[in-house]
């Protein structure tokens, strides 16, 4: 009996030590960039850019639909340039794209982790591009939309 409570209590102790981090990635960074564009599904696409929260970094993004208009291509593209004497690097922690339907409803969606990787200012931008499944219905008139989210801060 004691060697079980021993135990227990390391594990508890183990399990204490590691709730904040655990809690850090569930609560994760803010949101940054929250950007909805419709792509028509007739073989065209979408673009877009936005400036990332609180600073001059931005994200481009195009929406490229593939032969057979079953699945769609985004390509992101984060780029950061100032004129500023004291610059912080812009923290990207983690990027959710995701398809939806004309109604809202989201059909497909992926999540990239890049690992919290740094965009230095006037440096090389960074890049990144997902497949997602596009709707049915859409395929054949109206569209879908493109929902990209951008989570991160300064350093």
Same mark, same amino acid.
């Given at each position: 009996?004691?060697?079980?409570?021993?135990?227990?209590?390391?594990?508890?102790?183990?399990?204490?030590?590691?709730?904040?981090?655990?809690?850090? +990635?569930?609560?994760?960074?803010?949101?940054?960039? %929250?950007?909805? !564009?419709?792509?028509?599904?007739?073989?065209? =696409?979408?673009? @877009?850019?936005?400036?990332?929260?609180?600073?001059?970094?931005?994200?481009?993004?195009?929406?490229?639909?593939?032969?057979?208009?079953?699945?769609?291509?985004?390509?992101?593209?984060?780029?950061?340039?100032?004129? +500023?004497?004291?610059?912080?690097?812009?923290?990207? %922690?983690?990027? !959710?794209?995701?398809?939806?339907?004309?109604? =809202?409803?989201? @059909?497909?969606?992926?999540?990239?982790?890049?690992?919290?990787?740094?965009?230095?200012?006037?440096?090389?931008?960074?890049?990144?591009?997902?497949?997602?499944?596009?709707?049915?219905?859409?395929?054949?008139?109206?569209?879908?939309?493109?929902?990209?989210?951008?989570?991160?801060?300064?350093?």
């Amino acid at each position: 009996m004691k060697r079980n409570g021993r135990a227990l209590a390391i594990i508890g102790i183990v399990i204490a030590a590691c709730s904040p981090v655990i809690l850090h +990635a569930q609560g994760g960074a803010p949101l940054q960039v %929250d950007v909805r !564009v419709r792509a028509k599904g007739n073989g065209m =696409g979408a673009s @877009f850019q936005r400036q990332i929260e609180n600073g001059t970094a931005t994200v481009s993004g195009r929406v490229q639909n593939l032969p057979g208009n079953e699945t769609a291509l985004v390509r992101l593209r984060f780029d950061y340039h100032t004129n +500023a004497d004291i610059a912080l690097d812009e923290i990207i %922690d983690r990027i !959710v794209i995701s398809i939806e339907d004309l109604s =809202g409803n989201q @059909f497909s969606t992926v999540t990239m982790d890049p690992d919290t990787i740094h965009l230095n200012p006037n440096r090389v931008p960074l890049y990144y591009s997902a497949t997602l499944y596009t709707p049915d219905r859409p395929r054949i008139r109206g569209g879908y939309f493109v929902h990209v989210q951008v989570y991160g801060n300064y350093e």
